[in-house]
Antibody, heavy 118, light 105 residues
Framework: EVQLVESGGGLVQPGRSMKLSCAAS????????MAWVCQAPKKGLEWVAT????????YYRDSVKGRFTISRDNAKSTLYLQMDSLRSEDTATYYC???????????WGQGTLVTVSS | DTVLTQSPALAVSPGERVTISCRAS??????MHWYQQKPGQQPKLLIY???HLESGVPARFSGSGSGTDFTLTIDPVEADDTATYYC????????FGAGTKLELK
């Protein structure tokens, strides 16, 4: 069974940093591209970033370019999202997702809430 | 970015047929996918590539469309289908619609 378990969320002040993790199991992690998708409270879904199966390619939405960094450790079957210079508008639940061909998000974790507030 | 427009809410009675629409601001071919999200849960993939039913999803769900206009159909609707439904395109950087909240009368 595919499992994705996010961790690392919480309350952080504007301008500070936070690093999210996503532990994967139930599939061969290094065979799949992975992504982060966020959802602000009571709002819709927004793609944040994608990383290729081997970590060689990364893609970001414009609003997080230069501030967020997606990475992975295939030996640990873990996906990361380093978030720097956080803003109040980054407040959201962050989901880790396994990317299938054609950028379909077939599996999702339960999400971790990040609240950016002073 | 490709903007996806969905109607905000629908209310139907159990046993009825419901269609949820999604319109793209530019053609996305058939690179459109549908998700269901229940309150407090993560999204769940229902339909991929416009019309392909994800494994394990009931055959009551179906999808159609190409280009800019897409439809998710649930027939018949059951009480457990109360949720918000999102479309997502992958023609370019992924974007999602704002969601259609389906309520049962």
């Amino acid at each position: 069974e595919v499992q994705l378990v996010e961790s690392g969320g919480g309350l952080v002040q504007p301008g500070r940093s936070m690093k999210l993790s996503c532990a994967a199991s139930g599939f061969t992690f290094n065979n799949y591209d992975m992504a982060w998708v966020c959802q602000a409270p009571k709002k819709g879904l927004e793609w944040v970033a994608t990383i290729s199966y081997d970590g060689s390619s990364t893609y970001y939405r414009d609003s997080v370019k230069g501030r967020f960094t997606i990475s992975r450790d295939n030996a640990k079957s873990t996906l990361y999202l380093q978030m720097d210079s956080l803003r109040s508008e980054d407040t959201a639940t962050y989901y880790c997702a396994r990317r299938s061909p054609f950028q379909v998000f077939a599996y999702w974790g339960q999400g971790t809430l990040v609240t950016v507030s002073s | 970015d490709t903007v996806l427009t969905q109607s905000p809410a629908l209310a139907v009675s159990p046993g009825e047929r419901v269609t949820i629409s999604c319109r793209a601001s530019e053609s996305v071919s058939t690179l459109m996918h549908w998700y269901q999200q229940k309150p407090g849960q993560q999204p769940k993939l229902l339909i991929y590539l416009a019309s392909h039913l994800e494994s394990g999803v009931p055959a009551r769900f179906s999808g159609s469309g190409s280009g800019t206009d897409f439809t998710l159909t649930i027939d018949p609707v059951e009480a457990d289908d109360t949720a918000t439904y999102y479309c997502q395109q992958s023609w370019n950087d992924p974007t999602f619609g704002a969601g259609t909240k389906l309520e049962l009368k």
